[in-house]
Nanobody, 125 residues
Framework: RVDLVESGGGSVQAGGSLRLSCVAS????????MAWFRKAPGKESEGVAV???????KYADSVKGRFTIGKDNGKNTLYLQMTNLKPEDTGIYHC???????????????????WGQGTQVTVSS
């Protein structure tokens, strides 16, 4: 079992920055992949970025160059640094974890096993 608790969301103007945090607890073996997903109103959930146990990362094309995913193993915390935010980045951001490190290349579509409750990000124009 893995528990994930997100924080750091808020309301910013376009061009602003936010840093999301996700504190994880529970089975470390079930957290080989850790990722951020977002759900915008009227849209399907979208994979934003993933971090695997070896430090490899992948990003959605829409956030490359603006978002950075990172992890502090000592604090059991996953981060998402978001810069140059755009109104289309608005949504609920969820942290997710899964043990299937071998599916890194398909991370956005595999259906992660564990999910946090989410944190709201609102970007105004």
């Amino acid at each position: 079992r893995v528990d994930l608790v997100e924080s750091g969301g808020g309301s910013v103007q376009a061009g602003g920055s936010l840093r999301l945090s996700c504190v994880a607890s529970g089975d470390t073996g079930a957290r080989n992949l850790m990722a951020w997903f977002r759900k915008a109103p009227g849209k399907e959930s979208e994979g934003v970025a993933v971090f695997d146990e070896d430090g490899r990362t992948k990003y959605a094309d829409s956030v490359k160059g603006r978002f950075t995913i990172g992890k502090d193993n000592g604090k059991n915390t996953l981060y998402l640094q978001m810069t140059n935010l755009k109104p289309e980045d608005t949504g609920i951001y969820h942290c997710a974890a899964d043990q299937r490190w071998w599916l890194l290349d398909q991370w956005a579509t595999i259906g992660f096993a564990y999910w946090g409750q989410g944190t709201q990000v609102t970007v105004s124009s």
